[in-house]
Nanobody, 126 residues
Framework: VQLQASGGGLVRAGGSLRLSCAAS????????MGWFRQVPGKEREFVAV????????LYAVSVKGRFTISRTNAKNTVMLQMNSLKPEDTAVYYC????????????????????WGQGTLVTVSS
């Protein structure tokens, strides 16, 4: 699976951005899709994940209620709508794909994801 993330940019605190991740190479609906983010010098952290059919989602506590993950399997695309952005949301955002949902806790673990996109930078100014 090849993943291409886009949609990052510079936004003021309180603003919104919509990230997209386009997938190719395999049957997209067979993969659960996640978003992670990383600040230089820190570990990559989980943001959100959506199941292959789109019926189940999980969010990090820090973004729940502000971010929404969704997918359009017909277009092989997963999106991350980010509202009420805060300076602490500044990071490089990565999309990732995993073949099996597994345990709930496994979805927070980046090592359980099989494929990764190249990342897109989100900068939130105060």
């Amino acid at each position: 699976v090849q993943l291409q993330a886009s949609g990052g940019g510079l936004v003021r605190a309180g603003g919104s951005l919509r990230l997209s991740c386009a997938a190719s190479g395999r049957t997209f609906s067979n993969y659960d899709m996640g978003w992670f983010r990383q600040v230089p010098g820190k570990e990559r952290e989980f943001v959100a994940v959506i199941s292959g059919g789109g019926s189940t989602t999980l969010y990090a506590v820090s973004v729940k209620g502000r971010f929404t993950i969704s997918r359009t399997n017909a277009k092989n695309t997963v999106m991350l709508q980010m509202n009420s952005l805060k300076p602490e949301d500044t990071a490089v955002y990565y999309c990732a794909a995993k073949r099996f949902w597994g345990s709930v806790s496994s979805n927070y673990d980046q090592t359980t994801y099989d494929y990764w996109g190249q990342g897109t930078l989100v900068t939130v100014s105060s």
